[in-house]
């Protein structure tokens, strides 16, 4: 009889939303690239976690997964600090994580799911944008037990065309890499 590895989902959505890339997911639990499309899909197919907090998931993971749970973006992981805050409470700034044209993912803002906040991101340096605001709504949301900081996901209800065409300039610096 064979053996069966016994994977903790616990673990798993943990490593997931702390930020662990694919990669290093595949490398900690030792899976191959079936494998580890298949414990994403059973995460997501259990509702332990949403196909878009899932990194990178592979095209036997997306058809297996319900059609309108499937991440219709790119998330775009940003390699630099960029601040973002509640509007009206400049003083507690996050990080932006990731972003798309439809979502955002932040650490150090507490937020509760189901939660709508009109979010704030700042202007860096460089960066070829200005600062713009959207309202958002809590997707998801946990603190790290042993950092105590709080990572929540967003997604934007509410933009303007003026601050879209912001978002869609950050988006672009992002990705040129500049």
Not at 20 to 48: H, I, P, W
Request: charged residues 25%.
């Amino acid at each position: 009889m064979a053996h069966r590895r016994v994977i903790k989902a616990k673990e798993v959505v943990a490593d997931i939303r702390s930020g662990m890339g694919r990669t290093a997911l595949m490398e900690k639990y030792r899976l191959s690239e079936k494998g580890f499309d298949k414990v994403c899909t059973q995460l997501v197919k259990a509702g332990v976690v949403e196909s878009y907090e899932v990194p990178q998931m592979g095209p036997l993971a997306c058809s297996l997964v319900k059609a309108e749970a499937i991440r219709s973006l790119d998330r775009y992981y940003l390699d630099f600090d960029l601040p973002v805050y509640e509007d009206g409470q400049p003083q507690m700034r996050g990080q932006v994580r990731d972003i798309t044209l439809e979502g955002i993912g932040i650490s150090g803002l507490e937020a509760q799911v189901g939660e709508t906040k009109k979010l704030v991101v700042a202007r860096v340096q460089v960066g070829g944008y200005e600062p713009f605001t959207f309202h958002a709504v809590c997707r998801w949301s946990k603190q790290n037990s042993t950092a105590g900081t709080w990572l929540a996901g967003f997604k934007i209800t509410s933009i303007s065309e003026t601050d879209l065409q912001q978002l869609g300039k950050l988006i672009g610096m992002v990705t040129s890499g500049e």
